[in-house]
């Protein structure tokens, strides 16, 4: 994308919300009342990152570690049991996205449009970029992948940083400043390219399938964009995605071909099992709907009006926080509260992220990493 496109768009999302802000009061979210829990959710542990984290990431555990960034270059890889760093790096410029993350190996994107692979706190290669990109690198079978501000897809090779192969789709001018979809299925790259879920083979970078999840509308570029979104939900060869403030559906992935979607109106990821799958409105409504057919199972309240995270399904409940600081557990089968706990933060920067045995850890807005057990 040309730098005036993505100004353009940046103008369009402030004057919308500057009209919003001025032509309605943003309604109140109702009180809740303190929630009889037979057991608290128990704090574990936090890990101290940086002072501030502007971008939503989306959390990774692999081998009992996940890694994570500040907005002024710090990165970390954390050990989930202990809380611990395994290691620490700080590359000393600003960054863009949050990492791709194997185990061993971080990439990351700086804000002059770099992409550096890190491991044990040490720069391996960099690699110059010709355009932007607020989606997190992907690491997968000895390569890094990236999705680009024009629509772009390349694929670095993991060791020596070379280019492998660039895919270019044309779509809509205007791209979401948002972590997109990026994740491999089986011997596939799957990627969000505008409201399309996209299939291309990861050594060459050819189409295998591409299928629309939501199809651009509207008069003007912002009201045409419907980009999808991280994280998706994957249960077999079923991938779950989110299209933009537009749809929500489903795809066999297997097959290349779409199971069902349905309007919803958010701006973050889904999460779910082989039955339900769960998303959060921006209204602050949570919806379930029947992962098979796509029907609406439940639909919940009692967080309306809160700005919320993603959500994360669990064996014990859904997970959701909100803009104030609280961490939510929902029942999977109705929606209803069944728990709840205060952070000490004003907001997350992150979905919150499952560990072994019940557990999960969230990332906040001021660098905190927060590590709890479910009850």
Same mark, same amino acid.
């Given at each position: 994308?040309?730098?005036?496109?993505?100004?353009?768009?940046?103008?369009?999302?402030?004057?919308?919300?500057?009209?919003?802000?001025?032509?309605?009061?943003?309604?109140?979210?109702?009180?809740?009342?303190?929630?009889?829990?037979?057991?608290?959710? #128990?704090?574990?542990?936090?890990?101290?990152?940086?002072?501030?984290?502007?971008?939503?990431?989306?959390?990774?555990?692999?081998?009992?570690?996940?890694?994570?960034?500040?907005?002024?270059?710090?990165?970390?890889?954390?050990?989930?049991?202990?809380?611990?760093?395994?290691?620490?790096?700080?590359?000393?410029?600003? %960054?863009?996205?949050?990492?791709?993350?194997?185990?061993?190996?971080?990439?990351?994107?700086?804000?002059?449009?770099?992409?550096?692979?890190?491991?044990?706190?040490?720069?391996?290669?960099?690699?110059?970029?010709?355009?932007?990109?607020?989606?997190?690198?992907?690491?997968?079978?000895?390569?890094?992948?990236?999705?680009?501000?024009?629509?772009?897809?390349?694929?670095?090779?993991?060791?020596?940083?070379?280019?492998?192969?660039?895919?270019?789709?044309?779509?809509?001018?205007?791209?979401?400043?948002? &972590?997109?979809?990026?994740?491999?299925?089986?011997?596939?790259?799957?990627?969000?390219?505008?409201?399309?879920?996209?299939? %291309?083979?990861?050594?060459?970078?050819?189409?295998?399938?591409?299928?629309?999840?939501?199809?651009?509308?509207?008069?003007?570029?912002?009201?045409?964009?419907?980009?999808?979104?991280?994280?998706?939900?994957?249960?077999?060869? *079923?991938?779950?995605?989110?299209?933009? #403030?537009?749809?929500?559906?489903?795809?066999?992935?297997?097959?290349?071909?779409?199971?069902?979607?349905?309007?919803?109106?958010?701006?973050?990821?889904?999460?779910?099992?082989?039955?339900?799958?769960?998303?959060?409105?921006?209204?602050?409504?949570?919806?379930?709907?029947?992962?098979?057919?796509?029907?609406?199972?439940?639909?919940?309240?009692?967080?309306?009006?809160?700005?919320?995270?993603?959500?994360?399904?669990?064996?014990?409940?859904?997970?959701?926080?909100?803009?104030?600081?609280?961490?939510?557990?929902?029942?999977?089968?109705?929606? *209803?509260?069944?728990?709840?706990?205060?952070?000490?933060?004003?907001?997350?920067?992150?979905?919150?992220?499952?560990?072994?045995?019940?557990?999960?850890?969230?990332?906040?807005? &001021?660098?905190?990493?927060?590590?709890?057990?479910?009850?």
């Amino acid at each position: 994308m040309k730098a005036f496109a993505i100004m353009r768009f940046l103008f369009l999302v402030m004057a919308a919300a500057v009209l919003t802000a001025c032509g309605s009061s943003k309604p109140q979210p109702v009180e809740i009342q303190n929630i009889k829990a037979d057991k608290p959710i #128990q704090a574990l542990w936090k890990f101290k990152l940086g002072d501030d984290v502007s971008y939503v990431q989306s959390l990774q555990v692999v081998q009992e570690r996940l890694s994570l960034t500040s907005d002024d270059g710090n990165i970390a890889v954390v050990n989930v049991r202990s809380g611990q760093a395994v290691w620490r790096f700080d590359l000393k410029t600003p %960054l863009n996205t949050g990492t791709g993350f194997d185990g061993e190996h971080v990439a990351v994107v700086t804000l002059n449009n770099e992409l550096v692979l890190i491991k044990a706190g040490k720069v391996l290669w960099r690699n110059r970029l010709t355009s932007q990109s607020y989606t997190h690198p992907l690491i997968a079978g000895e390569r890094v992948f990236m999705m680009m501000a024009d629509r772009s897809v390349l694929a670095f090779d993991l060791l020596s940083g070379q280019r492998l192969w660039v895919q270019q789709r044309p779509g809509e001018p205007l791209v979401l400043k948002q &972590n997109g979809v990026l994740m491999p299925f089986q011997n596939t790259l799957l990627v969000g390219l505008g409201g399309r879920l996209t299939a %291309l083979n990861p050594d060459n970078g050819q189409i295998k399938w591409d299928v629309p999840v939501a199809n651009p509308r509207g008069i003007n570029d912002l009201e045409r964009l419907v980009d999808l979104v991280a994280k998706p939900s994957r249960v077999d060869n *079923s991938v779950c995605v989110r299209a933009f #403030q537009a749809q929500v559906g489903c795809v066999d992935a297997l097959r290349g071909s779409v199971l069902w979607t349905r309007s919803s109106v958010g701006s973050q990821g889904v999460d779910g099992d082989a039955k339900t799958l769960i998303g959060t409105e921006s209204n602050g409504m949570v919806q379930a709907w029947s992962r098979t057919s796509g029907d609406r199972l439940w639909d919940s309240d009692r967080l309306k009006y809160r700005e919320l995270t993603g959500p994360l399904f669990t064996s014990k409940g859904i997970v959701i926080g909100d803009s104030g600081g609280w961490l939510y557990l929902l029942s999977a089968a109705d929606g *209803s509260l069944m728990n709840r706990v205060q952070t000490s933060s004003d907001g997350f920067a992150s979905t919150p992220t499952a560990l072994a045995d019940g557990g999960f850890v969230v990332l906040t807005r &001021n660098g905190l990493l927060l590590a709890y057990q479910l009850p």
